[in-house]
C-alpha cells in the first residue's frame, strides 16, 4: 500500500494494485475565495500549487469523494476528471450531482461493503462539525451536511481507514474496534470558524483516535491546503511528540509518498 499525499485532503492511493483519487481538488492555487466566516480571510483558496503534474493525478482506476465540499470535489475536478471515470459517492444525492455533472460511471459506497474488483470499500460514519449549528448553517449555504469515511479491505493488505471530515465522536470507537484498521488516515488539520467552531479533527481528537488503535499507524492529511484549517504540521508534529505517539505519525508533504 502507498499513500501520496497531493495536496489538502487529495490523496492517491494505491492499495491492492488499483490506484485510487481521494477527494480531488484540483484548481490553480488561489481560484476560489476563503471560506466564509473562516480565519485567514486574506487567502484564496487553495493556498498552495499542485505538487505533481495533471496527468500523474489522473492515473488511477477510480475516485472516491467522501463529501461534495470545494475543498474535496471542486469545479476544476467535475472538468477535468474523465467522465468514464469510476466515481464512487456517499450517498444517492451526490451520485446524481456527480451524473448531472457528466459522469456516467457512479456508485454509491454502502455501509455493508461496495466491490471494486477484490477491494471492499467499506462506508463508515463521519460527523462533519462540533457543534449541531453548524448543520444549519451548511443547508442555508445549500451544501452537503454529511460526510463519510472508507475502509480499505483485501487479503494480501493492511486495513486501511481513510476516515475523511469529522470530528472525533463515540461512533468511532465502534469503527475502530470492527475493522481494527492497521492504517488510518485522519484529516487534522481543524478547519475552523472564528468564533472556534470546528469541522475537522482538532490535535486533541486526533489523541482520542490514537488512544483507541494503540497498533495502528496514522497518516494525518487535509493540512495547509485551504484558508480556515488551522492545525500546521509542524505544530502537529511537536503535539505527537509531546503525547508519545510520534513514533507512530507520518505526516507526508505535499507531493511524498509513503509505504506500508
Known amino acids: 500500500m502507498n499513500l501520496k499525499q497531493i ?80 466515481m464512487f459517492a456517499q450517498n444517492e444525492d451526490e451520485a446524481n450531482q456527480m451524473k448531472e455533472a457528466g459522469f456516467t460511471n457512479v456508485e454509491v459506497l454502502k455501509e455493508e461493503g461496495t ?31 454529511e460526510a463519510c469515511g472508507v475502509v480499505f479491505k483485501h487479503e494480501d493488505e493492511k486495513t486501511l ?9 463515540d461512533e468511532l470507537k465502534d469503527v475502530f474496534a470492527k475493522y481494527a484498521p492497521e492504517v488510518v488516515t485522519v484529516n487534522a488539520g481543524n478547519a475552523q470558524f472564528v468564533d472556534g467552531r470546528y469541522l475537522i479533527m482538532s490535535k486533541d481528537d486526533f489523541f482520542e483516535a490514537v488512544k483507541v488503535a494503540p497498533n495502528a499507524k496514522f497518516v494525518a492529511t487535509h493540512m495547509e491546503g485551504v484558508n480556515h484549517l488551522m492545525v500546521s504540521r509542524k505544530e502537529l508534529r511537536e503535539y505527537s511528540d509531546e503525547k508519545g505517539f510520534g513514533d507512530r505519525l507520518v505526516i507526508p508533504a505535499d507531493g511524498e509518498t509513503v509505504e506500508f
Do not use: C
Open 161 to 169: 481507514y481513510v476516515m475523511g471530515d469529522t470530528v472525533w465522536y
Open 115 to 145: 466491490l471494486f474488483g477484490d477491494i471492499k470499500l467499506i462506508k463508515t460514519p463521519a460527523k462533519h462539525y462540533s457543534d449541531a449549528s453548524i448543520v444549519e448553517l451548511f443547508r442555508q449555504l445549500n451544501t452537503a451536511d
Open 7 to 86: 495536496r489538502n485532503a487529495t490523496m492517491i492511493i494505491e492499495y491492492a494494485n488499483k490506484r485510487f483519487l481521494i477527494d480531488p481538488m484540483l484548481g490553480d492555487k488561489g481560484i476560489y475565495p476563503p471560506f466564509p466566516g473562516t480565519h485567514n480571510q486574506h487567502l484564496n483558496n487553495p493556498i498552495v500549487e499542485l505538487p505533481v503534474s495533471m496527468e500523474e493525478i489522473l492515473d488511477v482506476d477510480a475516485v472516491i469523494v467522501t463529501h461534495i465540499h470545494l475543498d474535496h470535489f471542486d469545479p476544476a475536478a467535475m472538468e477535468i476528471i474523465p467522465k468514464d471515470m469510476k
